[in-house]
């Protein structure tokens, strides 16, 4: 399944954006859905993910900032970024776990789809 990602873009310092993940022709809400994010250079770093349940999770750098969901009917991840900061800077991609159970931000080789990322920068 493709994964595409749009809303990304530049912000000034606590400033915000939305960023929108969508697989055309395909809903998302039986999947664990998340957010990542990649500097270049660094590792892979989880922000948000939802797992079937709907339950939440954030990493700590982003917690009470960032907000993940799911939109219009199951079709769209969204994150809506508040409160930017220029270490938000970085490339973030949407992916999404098939296999059930897991739904955390410590391993994204746990994830199997990918979007193709959307350049945030923050300055």
């Known amino acids: 399944v493709q994964l595409v990602e749009s809303g990304g873009g530049s912000a000034q310092p606590g400033g915000s954006l939305r960023l929108t993940c969508v697989a055309p022709?395909?809903?998302?809400?039986?999947?664990?859905m998340a957010w990542f994010r990649q500097v270049p250079g660094e590792e892979r770093e989880g922000v948000a993910s939802v797992d079937v349940a709907g339950k939440t999770r954030y990493a700590a750098s982003v917690r009470g900032r960032f907000a993940i969901s799911r939109d219009n009917g199951g079709t769209t991840l969204s994150l809506q970024m508040s409160g930017l900061k220029a270490e938000d800077t970085a490339t973030y991609f949407c992916?999404?776990?098939?296999?059930?159970?897991?739904?955390?931000?410590?391993?994204?080789?746990?994830?199997?789809?990918w979007g193709q990322g959307t350049q945030v920068t923050v300055s």
């Open positions: 992916a999404r776990r098939i296999t059930e159970g897991y739904c955390g931000l410590d391993a994204p080789g746990r994830y199997s789809s």
């Open positions: 022709g395909h809903s998302l809400i039986r999947y664990c």
